[in-house]
């Protein structure tokens, strides 16, 4: 099971999350008054997909909603308060990377020697007369 990776955006009345997940099937979306889950199967390989996000503040479960594409999941959450702006998605103020997707993407660079590695803007140039 993997975390989708999401993209969120703050507006006046609402929260948006889109899912980024193509194809995907049983979609399942549990709105609760301070957090939700999303969890579906996606891609070709249909890879299980499962986020389960505290929120920032309170939402209005009934109002909220979602919308399935062929390359996304979006989800409309109302706030409970409208008009009030949420600096951070979640109630921590911690990254969700690992939570949101993303940085298991990311290859690891540790064991990488910045001065040994070979880079192709380092190449000698031809004389350009």
Known sequence: MHPATAKWYDRRDSVYIEFCVADSKNVKINFEEAKFVFSCLGGTDQVKHENEVDLFEGIDQNESIHKRTDRSVLCCLRKAEPGKAWPRLTKEKA???????????????????????????????????
């Open 95 to 129: 990254k969700m990377m690992n939570n949101m997707g993303g940085e298991d993407c990311l290859p690891d660079l540790d064991d990488v020697d910045d001065d040994e590695s070979a880079d192709s803007d380092d190449e000698k140039m031809p004389d350009l007369e």
